[in-house]
């Protein structure tokens, strides 16, 4: 009885095993969409028009980064939670001490978005470089 429980056990472990490799696979039409460098302008009520800059990587999980120009010289922000759903791509990160809610959506080649921190929120629109 202990053995059939533990030759039942390995085989779910190894279907759990399977089923997260199949759900973490991502089709190459999808990275394809996604992968590479996005350049554009930022705008919001609170800031005048500068440029912002989105690297976005794919090998075994999603990553991103972020440069945004302005005069208070912030640094680069590692994005989180980065996903990737149809069209549409979303993330959170830090920023002035703000943990910020963002999404864009592709549509013809432009990645248009919203970067949301409290109150405040900042609008882009990027094309891939």
């Given at each position: ?40 302008k ?10 912002l ?20 010289n ?6 989180a ?9 979303t993330?959170?990160q ?21 970067i ?8 882009f ?5």
């Amino acid at each position: 009885m202990k053995k059939l429980a533990l030759a039942f056990a390995l085989l779910l472990t190894a279907a759990t095993a399977a089923q997260a490799q199949r759900s973490a696979a991502v089709p190459d039409s999808v990275k394809k969409k996604f992968v590479g460098t996005w350049e554009g302008k930022y705008f919001s009520d609170h800031a005048g028009e500068n440029t912002l800059k989105l690297v976005i990587a794919r090998d075994t999980a999603w990553k991103a980064t972020m440069d945004i120009t302005s005069d208070m010289n912030l640094p680069t922000s590692s994005l989180a939670s980065f996903k990737v759903d149809g069209n549409t791509v979303t993330w959170t990160q830090e920023l002035m001490g703000t943990t910020c809610e963002s999404s864009g959506v592709l549509v013809a080649g432009t990645l248009k978005g919203e970067i949301k921190c409290g109150p405040g929120s900042i609008g882009f629109l990027l094309v891939r470089k």
